[in-house]
């Protein structure tokens, strides 16, 4: 998807640069600790994005989402 990122925005798909991320699926469901690619093949399988919601050093906690709702809800 190509969305115009703002400086604020969070980070999504493959900016997000970690090894490993908390995930919460598209249910808001926690779905545990998974490699930045699992992550990424998840939200892409749901046809969704995978959102950077809170950011840590080693691990951050992402969400699968509708980006563009987001930015617009927002």
Do not use: H, W
């Not at 919601?53 to 691990?59: G, T």
């Amino acid at each position: 998807m190509n969305i115009t990122k703002d400086k604020n925005d969070p980070r999504i798909n493959e900016l997000i640069k970690v090894a490993r991320v908390r995930l919460i699926d598209a249910m808001g469901k926690p779905a545990g600790v998974v490699s930045i690619k699992d992550a990424l093949n998840k939200a892409e399988e749901a046809g969704l994005d995978l959102v950077e919601i809170a950011q840590n050093d080693d691990m951050s906690i992402c969400k699968i989402l509708d980006f563009g709702k987001f930015q617009y809800e927002k």
